[in-house]
């Protein structure tokens, strides 16, 4: 088997193993376990809770080039920290034919494993909660006193050493012209003309693009009021995943930094600017397509894609999810699938399966019995790690006893550099291993009131809802007649042998078609 490795490292955290140590025990599994490893991707200094991670990114890109069926982590946590993402990101590298594969966590594609994985992430996520919580605290006290709290600061200003602000008067310049131009009615590419006709550039040295251009346009900085954490929202439509923070995470001091700008430009400026979000949201309101990726037809084996579309007399407001053949090519006659119905019908599906509280009994007695097993595992890996340190603790006393008694080769203070090194490595292989048994091996309580969270699925928000579908859900096909759901598993039905069941819906007013 062909595998990456992807591995990151973020200064927040002093406990986490570095990027080097991350990518040599990545290497060790692989040798173990007969990978070969084609390329190395990694991310410093980044949040697993963000997608800014170039490199991740380029890993996901790359698997569908082929180039790998597996991608390496040392812990499912350097993939990511939160729950949607993950399954997100999972779920696209499965369709790549892609396996993710985690050293630490020994994970296979049972559907015990599925669900375990699932309620791992969900601790680690909680993990991920909790830290940020503290890393806000420090930051906080920062902001009160309106000094820089790291990073680029806005173009206009520079950091003072006592982390104050204070206006960088060339680039001051170039901050109002960008004011007064939009005020003035002219477009973002008359601007970016401007820019570049007379050689501005961003804070990064780069030329000015739309995005860049947004960020200013939207940063109330340039009036002298200082304000920490408050998330401006990426231009070009990227929709942040994560809840948008609470206003008391926001913090606001009138006149806590020197203002570039007029109050009353900045009004002007944001007035224009909500007037044109409007007229865009008015064109391209977003649904949440909550199956999508799993939905396939049953007559052209094509995918099916969400859709938005108004037609009829009254032109009212349709939302399915169609064929995608049928709509790029026109070869299929399947019809569409209103959208409400087909979810609907999932969730009903998710919550018989898997949301029943007799069903999340059994699910919790057989996920412990197998976290149990894997736990084991762990337990045989650590002896393996200690009986091969003690062999090295022999080596190296018989080496000091040689040297005692005055055999001494120059050879053998490389010898002693070798074992010394691999005695270290071993002692942090066995602590991290025993700190991952104790974490892994969640109680069947813990895990009953995992699953319980998510079963008032009903209730949800769509972005709930779409992780915990994508979760559990394998596939869909939409025939004539009927739509067949996959789940990852049915706890209700037979033996080991039938791990993705079909569960068939019949469809009473669905025309046929035929080709
Ligand atoms: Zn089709």
Redesign the pocket.
């Given at each position: 088997m062909i595998a990456a490795i992807y591995a990151r490292y973020s200064s927040d955290n002093q406990r986490e193993e570095s990027i080097d140590a991350q990518v040599r025990a990545i290497n060790e599994y692989a040798q173990r376990n007969g990978y070969s490893i084609v390329k190395i991707y990694s991310d410093e200094a980044r949040s697993a809770t963000t997608d800014n991670r170039p490199q991740f990114l380029q890993m996901m890109k790359d698997s569908a080039l082929g180039l790998f069926n597996a991608v390496i982590v040392h812990k499912l946590d350097r993939f990511s920290r939160d729950r949607y993402d993950s399954a997100f990101y999972k779920r696209q590298l499965k369709k790549n034919g892609v396996k993710l594969i985690s050293v630490l966590e020994n994970l296979d594609d049972s559907p015990e494993s599925i669900i375990l994985e699932s309620v791992l992430e969900g601790m680690a996520e909680y993990y991920s909660a909790n830290l940020a919580r503290e890393v806000m605290k420090g930051m906080k006290e920062t902001a009160l006193q309106c000094r820089h709290n790291g990073g680029t600061p806005p173009l206009g200003y520079d950091v003072l050493p006592d982390k104050s602000y204070s206006i960088n008067e060339s680039e001051a310049r170039i901050v109002r012209t960008i004011f007064e131009m939009y005020a003035s009615g002219h477009s973002y590419s008359e601007i970016i003309d401007t820019m570049n006709r007379e050689g501005y550039k961003s804070k990064s040295g780069r030329s000015f693009g739309k995005n860049s251009l947004h960020d200013i346009l939207r940063n109330e900085k340039y009036t002298g009021t200082y304000i920490f954490n408050r998330t401006v929202s990426k231009a070009g439509g990227k929709r942040n995943n994560h809840s948008s923070k609470s206003d008391i995470d926001i913090i606001r001091v009138e006149n806590g930094m020197p203002a570039i700008i007029s109050k009353e430009l900045w009004n002007e400026v944001s007035k224009k600017m909500n007037g044109n979000k409007r007229a865009r949201a008015a064109n391209s309101a977003k649904e949440n397509y909550l199956l999508s990726g799993l939905v396939f037809?049953g007559?052209?084996?094509?995918s099916f894609a969400g859709n938005r579309k108004f037609s009829g007399r009254n032109k009212n407001l349709y939302v399915t999810y169609e064929?995608t053949?049928?709509k790029r090519k026109r070869t299929?006659c399947?019809k569409s699938i209103e959208k409400n119905f087909i979810e609907n019908l999932v969730i009903d599906q998710l919550l018989t399966d898997i949301f029943a509280p007799d069903a999340i009994e059994r699910i919790a007695d057989r996920i412990a019995e197998y976290a149990k097993t894997r736990t084991s595992e762990i337990s045989k890996n650590i002896r393996e790690y200690e009986n091969e340190l003690a062999g090295i603790q022999t080596q190296i006393s018989n080496t000091v006893n040689a040297i005692a008694n005055g055999m001494f080769h120059p050879s053998m203070k490389q010898k002693m550099d070798e074992l010394e090194a691999r005695k270290s490595a071993l002692v942090i292989r066995i602590e991290e291993a025993k700190r991952q048994a104790e974490i892994n091996s969640p109680s069947r309580d813990f895990i009953r009131s995992y699953l319980e969270q998510d079963s008032d699925i009903k209730n949800k928000s769509p972005e709930d809802q779409k992780r915990i579908i994508q979760t559990y859900v394998v596939k869909i096909i939409v025939y004539n007649d009927r739509i067949d759901t996959y789940t990852i598993v049915d706890f209700d039905g037979g033996g080991e042998g039938s791990r993705t069941p079909v569960r068939n819906h019949i469809l009473k007013n669905f025309y046929g078609c035929s080709l």
């Open positions: 037809c007559v052209c084996g094509g064929c053949t049928r299929c399947m």
